[in-house]
């Protein structure tokens, strides 16, 4: 039976051109031929990608001999029956300045493994070996990865070094993404643990220090929520550190965890310069994305839904839970901020009103259940469109607000006794702490109702049916006066209202989404209409200019809005709307 390894390499060999030469060598390939295949998807990121189309090239070689490969589908092909050794080489265009694909250019290259790592079929359980092989000189980069360094070659990687690493099987081979250039670096211990900060981009002055000592808190608390005890991070069980991957731009925004690592992408003015008093507005979102995937290392990494005990990666994984995977971790993201010191109360208040807020001004929870919502993350929630608001809800954001719902309900019914950490901590005892190490199990489908029965003793089952699996809201209000916190509504301005969203578009102003049973609804508007003139006068590409037309008149008032549908002028009567009661506002009341 083959024991020996797979052995993979990554050279970035065309900076210019933003390509990739990668390898793979079988050293006993299947004798009536090897089938090869490329994931079509990226865990954490529920949506076919397709990366296999990135592959500009493949060739197949045994020895001085070339080997026919025949495309078999999508992403997979069958090299022709040889004696082997069999090596495989692609040459992958990368050029997807995201967090789930890879990017080349001559500041830097990052890769996941999903985009250019080839599956040996039938040998995926055999230990992978990675040789990651320098740029063309001058360039002088540095190699950022949770991946472990190689102890059996001569050619073992050194700490961020290039050379050779190691994988103990194909499926962690592609979950711990790489970075390679000049970034900036910082390290810190916690729980003892290593974690490294890796910022990659220009960014002047960052306050690097900063934000490691707010990173270093959060993880902290992370740890001993779910390890109070022992204080362990789960990810000592893959990598001897943790590894978070910022790339900075102008305007991004997003992250994928990894089981020891994760990647984001940030906006330069969220991060913190040296000198400034204050953080920029956008620094409390960062760390909240920060928080969110660090979070993922226990939830969803480890403790899984069953549908994902393992993945399939070259077909859709359907489950109805990431309202538990996705919407506890959104829940916990930000909590994390509060218990950590890193926001105050007040603070944490108002990003909790934000999130009651999008929950309940998006129509689409009437129609769509947080469970539905996530069995269709692969058709809908993926890929939205203009209607969306109206037909679906998020089942982050909403199942973030069942998190909450729970979470205050074990409190009152327990008499503060259980919490949903207990929840959390039954499900990472018995699914996620040993789950690498030899008990890959996960949650069933139908099985959470009972899990949080057994760490807490409260029967959820009847909120659990109506807002998870049915379209009710959240009762939150008289949850929030319990723990001492008032929650009501306010208009968001006195402005009357079309109950749509607008978006730029060049030089013209274009709807959105227009809000069914809403004034523009009502009046015949559509999406994708171009605004043109509200009672004659000029609608141009800034919202500012809507805003104050409309702040003219009042609720009720009739107007003419002259639009371009296609290339067809028209124009409709319509009734402005009184200004909705849609914003939450999360008082603390003091006894």
Same mark, same amino acid.
């Given at each position: 039976?083959?024991?020996?390894?797979?052995?993979?390499?990554?050279?970035?060999?065309?900076?210019?051109?933003?390509?990739?030469?990668?390898?793979?060598?079988?050293?006993?390939?299947?004798?009536?031929?090897?089938?090869?295949?490329?994931?079509?998807?990226?865990?954490?990121?529920?949506?076919?990608?397709?990366?296999? @189309?990135?592959?500009?090239?493949?060739?197949?070689?045994?020895?001085?001999?070339?080997?026919?490969?025949?495309?078999?589908?999508?992403?997979?092909?069958?090299?022709?029956?040889?004696?082997?050794?069999?090596?495989?080489?692609?040459?992958?265009?990368?050029? *997807?300045?995201? +967090?789930?694909?890879?990017?080349?250019? #001559?500041?830097?290259?990052?890769?996941?493994?999903?985009?250019?790592?080839?599956?040996?079929?039938?040998?995926?359980?055999?230990?992978? %070996?990675?040789?990651?092989?320098?740029?063309?000189?001058?360039?002088?980069?540095?190699?950022?990865?949770?991946?472990? #360094?190689?102890?059996?070659?001569?050619?073992?990687?050194?700490?961020? &070094?290039?050379?050779?690493?190691?994988?103990?099987?194909?499926?962690?081979?592609?979950?711990?993404? +790489?970075?390679?250039?000049?970034?900036?670096?910082?390290?810190?211990?916690?729980?003892?643990? %290593?974690?490294?900060?890796?910022?990659?981009?220009?960014?002047?002055?960052?306050?690097?220090?900063?934000?490691?000592?707010?990173?270093?808190?959060?993880?902290?608390?992370? =740890?001993? $929520?779910?390890?109070?005890?022992?204080?362990?991070?789960?990810?000592?069980?893959?990598?001897?550190?943790? +590894?978070?991957?910022?790339?900075?731009?102008?305007?991004?925004?997003?992250?994928? %965890?990894?089981?020891?690592?994760?990647?984001? +992408?940030?906006?330069?003015? *969220?991060?913190?310069?040296?000198?400034?008093? #204050?953080?920029?507005?956008?620094?409390?979102?960062?760390?909240?994305?920060?928080?969110? !995937?660090?979070?993922?290392?226990?939830?969803?990494?480890?403790?899984?839904?069953?549908?994902?005990?393992?993945?399939?990666?070259? @077909? !859709?994984?359907?489950?109805?839970? $990431?309202?538990?995977?996705?919407?506890?971790?959104?829940?916990?993201?930000?909590?994390?901020?509060?218990?950590?010191?890193?926001?105050?109360?007040?603070?944490?208040?108002?990003?909790?009103?934000?999130?009651?807020?999008?929950?309940?001004?998006?129509? &689409?929870?009437?129609?769509?259940?947080?469970?539905?919502?996530?069995?269709?993350?692969?058709?809908?929630?993926?890929?939205?469109? #203009?209607?969306?608001?109206?037909?679906?809800?998020?089942?982050?954001?909403?199942?973030?607000?069942?998190?909450?719902?729970? *979470?205050?309900? =074990?409190?009152?019914?327990?008499?503060?006794?259980?919490?949903?950490?207990?929840?959390?901590?039954?499900?990472?005892?018995?699914?996620?702490?040993?789950?690498?190490?030899?008990?890959?199990?996960?949650?069933?489908?139908?099985?959470?109702?009972?899990?949080?029965?057994?760490?807490?003793?409260?029967?959820?089952?009847?909120?659990?049916?109506?807002?998870?699996?049915?379209?009710? *809201?959240?009762?939150?209000?008289? /949850? /929030?006066?319990?723990?001492?916190?008032? /929650?009501?509504?306010?208009?968001?301005?006195?402005?009357?209202?079309? !109950?749509?969203?607008?978006?730029?578009?060049?030089?013209?102003?274009?709807?959105?989404?227009?809000? %069914?049973?809403?004034?523009?609804?009502?009046?015949? /508007?559509?999406?994708?209409?171009? $605004?043109?003139?509200?009672?004659?006068?000029?609608?141009?590409?800034?919202?500012?200019?809507?805003?104050?037309?409309?702040?003219?008149?009042?609720?009720?008032?009739?107007?003419?809005?002259?639009?371009?549908?296609?290339?067809?002028?028209?124009?409709? !009567?319509?009734?402005?709307?009184?200004?909705?009661?849609?914003?939450?506002?999360?008082?603390?009341?003091?006894?």
């Amino acid at each position: 039976m083959n024991s020996k390894p797979i052995l993979y390499s990554v050279e970035p060999f065309d900076l210019a051109g933003h390509r990739f030469r990668v390898t793979v060598s079988v050293a006993e390939p299947a004798k009536s031929g090897q089938l090869f295949s490329l994931p079509a998807w990226i865990p954490g990121s529920y949506l076919i990608r397709d990366f296999s @189309r990135q592959i500009e090239s493949i060739s197949a070689k045994s020895g001085n001999h070339s080997v026919d490969l025949t495309k078999t589908g999508n992403h997979s092909w069958r090299a022709s029956a040889c004696s082997g050794p069999l090596k495989v080489t692609t040459i992958v265009y990368a050029w *997807d300045l995201s +967090v789930r694909g890879a990017h080349l250019d #001559e500041s830097h290259g990052f890769f996941n493994g999903t985009s250019v790592f080839l599956r040996v079929h039938g040998q995926e359980h055999l230990p992978c %070996e990675l040789t990651l092989i320098a740029p063309p000189k001058p360039v002088r980069w540095t190699v950022h990865t949770s991946l472990p #360094e190689s102890s059996k070659s001569r050619l073992a990687a050194s700490r961020h &070094g290039f050379g050779n690493y190691r994988a103990e099987n194909y499926d962690a081979l592609i979950d711990h993404p +790489v970075e390679m250039g000049t970034p900036q670096v910082i390290k810190f211990n916690v729980c003892d643990a %290593e974690h490294e900060l890796v910022f990659t981009g220009h960014i002047p002055n960052l306050d690097i220090k900063r934000i490691r000592d707010d990173v270093k808190r959060i993880c902290e608390s992370q =740890i001993r $929520l779910f390890e109070p005890h022992s204080a362990r991070a789960p990810f000592l069980d893959s990598s001897s550190r943790y +590894v978070f991957m910022t790339m900075v731009t102008g305007n991004d925004y997003g992250g994928l %965890e990894h089981r020891a690592s994760t990647a984001l +992408v940030a906006s330069r003015r *969220d991060l913190p310069t040296t000198g400034q008093a #204050e953080a920029p507005e956008g620094y409390q979102t960062y760390l909240g994305l920060v928080s969110h !995937e660090y979070f993922h290392t226990w939830n969803v990494k480890r403790i899984k839904p069953a549908a994902f005990a393992p993945y399939d990666l070259s @077909r !859709e994984n359907h489950t109805r839970l $990431l309202w538990i995977f996705e919407g506890f971790t959104s829940y916990y993201d930000d909590l994390m901020l509060l218990r950590s010191g890193v926001i105050n109360r007040s603070e944490y208040l108002k990003i909790l009103g934000k999130q009651i807020s999008s929950v309940m001004n998006t129509p &689409g929870r009437h129609k769509q259940s947080v469970s539905e919502s996530s069995f269709d993350a692969w058709t809908r929630y993926y890929k939205q469109d #203009e209607n969306s608001p109206n037909s679906l809800i998020s089942y982050y954001t909403k199942g973030a607000m069942i998190a909450l719902g729970l *979470d205050l309900t =074990i409190r009152q019914e327990s008499g503060e006794r259980y919490s949903l950490d207990d929840v959390m901590r039954c499900m990472w005892q018995r699914f996620g702490r040993d789950f690498y190490t030899g008990n890959a199990q996960g949650l069933s489908e139908n099985g959470f109702a009972k899990l949080v029965y057994e760490a807490t003793g409260i029967n959820v089952s009847n909120q659990i049916s109506q807002w998870a699996y049915g379209t009710h *809201d959240v009762g939150l209000k008289s /949850l /929030l006066r319990n723990q001492n916190i008032e /929650l009501s509504w306010k208009a968001a301005n006195n402005k009357p209202s079309l !109950e749509v969203r607008t978006r730029k578009q060049g030089e013209q102003l274009v709807l959105a989404t227009v809000f %069914e049973h809403g004034a523009a609804h009502t009046a015949g /508007l559509a999406a994708m209409d171009i $605004l043109v003139a509200l009672d004659g006068i000029k609608i141009d590409s800034n919202t500012n200019t809507l805003d104050t037309l409309v702040s003219r008149y009042a609720p009720g008032d009739r107007v003419t809005i002259h639009i371009f549908r296609r290339d067809e002028l028209r124009a409709f !009567e319509l009734t402005l709307a009184t200004p909705a009661q849609n914003e939450c506002i999360l008082t603390a009341i003091n006894n």
